[in-house]
Structure formats: C-alpha cells, structure tokens
C-alpha cells in the first residue's frame, strides 16, 4: 500500500465535511482550553506556595459535577438535538472563561474563583462531553466512526502539545491572565463550526432513544458482560492512574524546579506520545479485541511507573511520551470495544456512563493522589499509581484467560454478540 493511500485511509473521516468543521472547531477550543488549564495550575500554586492540596482541591472541584451529572447529560443527548447541546455548552463555557479572565486581570482573583469556575465548567461538561462522544457517529456514520474516534483523539493531543508549550512562553511574556482571556476567544472556533454544519447530512437515522431514561442505560450495560471489563479497567486506570493535572504540576516545581517557561513541557512531552497513539489508531476500522485492551493497560502501568522513577528531566520527558502512547493506546481500545458494541438507541448513556466513570473518578483521585504527594513526594503520585494499575491490568488478564483448557490446545472461537449488534447498528 502506497503512502498515499495510507494517509487517505488515516483521513477518511475528514472528507465528511461537517466533522471536517467540527475538528477544526476543536482544535482551537481545545488547545485553548489546555493554555488556560495550564495558566491556572501556574496560578494555583503561585497563589497558595505550591499546595498540593489546593490543586487537587481544583481538580475535584472541576470532575466532581462531571461525576454526579453526566449519567442525565447522557439522557439529554439521547433526547434531544445533539448540535444543540454542544452549542450551549460551548457558549457557557465561554462566559465562565471570560469570569475568570476578567477575575485575573482584575489583579483580585483568589482561590475561590478559580474553584467556583473549575465547578461551573465541570457542570457544562456533563452535557458536553456525552453530546460529543455520541455526536461524532452522527457526523461520520457507524463505518467511519473508529477513525473519527480517532482523529477526534489526535485533535485532542496535539492540543495538549501545543496548548502547555504557548502557555508557558506567554505567561512569561504577558502573565497569565492573557492566556485565559485566549482561551474565552478559542471557545468561538467549535460555536463557529457547530452553527456552519449542514443538520440534512448527518446521519441521525431512525432508531429513538430506548425508554427508561439513566436506569435502563445501566441495565443494559449489566447484561453485556464484553462491555464490562474494559469499563472496570478504565474505572481502575481513571481513578488511579491518569491525575496527571495534579503530580506533573507537582513534579515540575518540586522535583525539577522549572520555571514558566518549561512549566507545560512535561505535559507537552505527554501530549507528544498521545498523539503519536492517536494517528497509530486512526487506522482501526473495527471493534478492537479484549486483548487489546489488555495489553495496552499493561504497557500503561509500566510506563507511568518508569515516569515516577525518571532519575533525570530529560528522562522524565522520554518516559511521560511512552506514558502518554500508552494512555491513548488503552483510552482508544477501550471507547471503541465500549462504542462500536453499543446499540444506537442507548449510546448516548453508555458513553455518559463511560464518562462518568473516565472522568467523574477524578475528584476522589486528585485528592488521594495530592494527599500522597503531599506526605510521600511528587515522585510518589506516579510510580505508586502506576504499580496499582499494572496490577489491576495484570488481574484482569487472568480473569479474561480462558480456563478448563489443556497446556498448548487452541482456544474454541466463539462468535461474540456485540459484534453482531455493533454491524447491525452502523449497517
């Protein structure tokens, strides 16, 4: 195969024109979003002498309402016009980030204003983040949906690299209060390419939303044992292991002594590998095995335990990139098993559920992981967490072994359900 035909096959997704708008939305809102997460945390531990407490009290602050609503945020994208949703929710944010910002350059900003508005875009995400998951099958269709997935991934991390590098070289040029009247800019470019999208080309099809509201999302997930164990992994991962908004803020000015300059390189260097992961994925265009899954926590484990142990910054950078890879690698395998064998009629809350349980983990993981931080060191919420993870990875592959086989005999294949039902849906 040519390499212009593996490009075309990486790109497919974007010749859609409305995900083609909608990427390019994201990826100035998101970038955005990473300067001005980046300007806070800088903020945070300017203002409080470096309190791992106080961060994590932000962290909390911000997934706590992602944690108790989005399970409802999935129910109002199952209900109602999904394009709709996500421009409210982007103009919200939009008014939050421009408090904020105006709180900054205002020379009054205390602790309290970044937690109330760290809570308010936290209330906005749980009806953003499942309207989005759930709206990029209606933008592409069931074929295109693991690229878009992702490409979605891809925008996503080069965000993240491009986001904490400008805010570092800003905050030490214009502070950081410029950088968070940036971001209230940067939430324009997804209200832009929602209100330019074409409603008549997506694909909405004609399955309604199953009755039952957040209960029988929940039933439906019970009863499918393949959806079950990538959600646990990701419990464990989520809860555990990817606080990085606490421990890389912590390790950059307590272990290494950065300045602002190279505040955002260790998430940049992150970001860096998680792009990488991304495009690797973009080639995927079916439902990934359990295997996979597997594997990938595996490798995470390993990798965030190599990060915490980097004797060296330069280390640091090369083992967070692996981290990074990893995380996208395991995060992508395990939406897609999630998605790609979830009925269209329930999807909405199934990614909600997936949310709640990515995301809404983070306030009672900021907080241990800050609390560990604060009595064992930075190097601490790292190889700690990543030793955790490693062994839940490693529990949930003997659980997954097939058992009652003879040494060296090859396993029966079963023909497995979800697969059946994901081809049913997105035919």
Not at 136 to 157: D, I, K, Q, R
Not at 168 to 175: E, K, T, Y
Not at 390 to 402: E, F, I, K, T
């Amino acid at each position: 195969m040519s390499g212009g035909a593996v490009l075309r096959g990486m790109t497919a997704s974007l010749r859609v024109r409305n995900f083609r708008l909608f990427t390019l939305g994201q990826l100035a809102s998101v970038t955005g979003t990473w300067m001005m997460f980046t300007a806070q945390d800088w903020l945070v531990l300017r203002l409080t002498g470096d309190s791992a407490a106080a961060l994590s009290a932000v962290t909390a602050a911000q997934f706590a309402p992602v944690l108790l609503l989005t399970l409802l945020g999935g129910r109002l994208a199952d209900r109602y016009d999904k394009r709709r949703l996500l421009l409210a929710a982007n103009l919200a944010s939009a008014v939050l980030a421009c408090l904020l910002a105006a709180a900054a350059l205002s020379g009054e900003l205390r602790l309290w204003h970044i937690i109330g508005c760290a809570a308010g875009l936290g209330v906005v995400n749980a009806v953003e983040i499942p309207a989005r998951m759930s709206f990029v099958s209606e933008m592409v269709g069931g074929e295109l949906l693991p690229n878009a997935s992702a490409l979605s991934a891809a925008y996503f991390n080069t965000a993240r690299v491009l986001g904490p590098a400008a805010a570092g070289a800003l905050i030490s040029v214009w502070g950081a209060p410029a950088v968070m009247l940036l971001n209230t800019v940067s939430y324009l470019g997804t209200v832009v390419a929602l209100a330019r999208m074409r409603p008549q080309e997506l694909y909405r099809g004609t399955a309604r939303a199953a009755r039952g509201g957040v209960v029988a999302g929940l039933r439906y997930v019970a009863a499918r044992r393949d959806l079950l164990l990538p959600l646990a992994l990701v419990a464990l991962l989520a809860l555990v292991g990817f606080n990085f908004q606490v421990t890389l803020p912590l390790l950059a000015r307590t272990v290494f002594g950065t300045g602002a300059g190279t505040f955002g390189l260790l998430t940049a260097a992150m970001a860096a590998g998680s792009l990488v992961a991304a495009l690797v994925t973009t080639v995927r265009r079916g439902r990934p095995r359990q295997r996979v899954v597997l594997a990938a926590a595996v490798a995470f484990g390993v990798a965030e335990i190599a990060s915490g142990l980097a004797p060296t910054f330069p280390v640091a950078l090369l083992s967070l990139a692996l981290t990074g890879f990893a995380m996208i690698v395991f995060s992508q395998a395990a939406n897609h098993r999630v998605q790609l064998g979830t009925e269209s009629a329930y999807r909405g809350r199934v990614m909600a559920l997936y949310t709640v349980i990515y995301q809404g983990t983070t306030p009672v993981g900021a907080l241990l992981t800050g609390w560990l931080a604060g009595a064992a060191g930075a190097r601490s919420g790292l190889w700690v967490a990543g030793g955790v993870c490693l062994a839940g990875a490693l529990g949930a592959c003997a659980l997954a072994a097939p058992r009652g086989r003879r040494p060296g005999a090859r396993p029966v294949p079963v023909r497995p359900e979800a697969d059946e039902r994901a081809s049913a849906s997105s035919g």
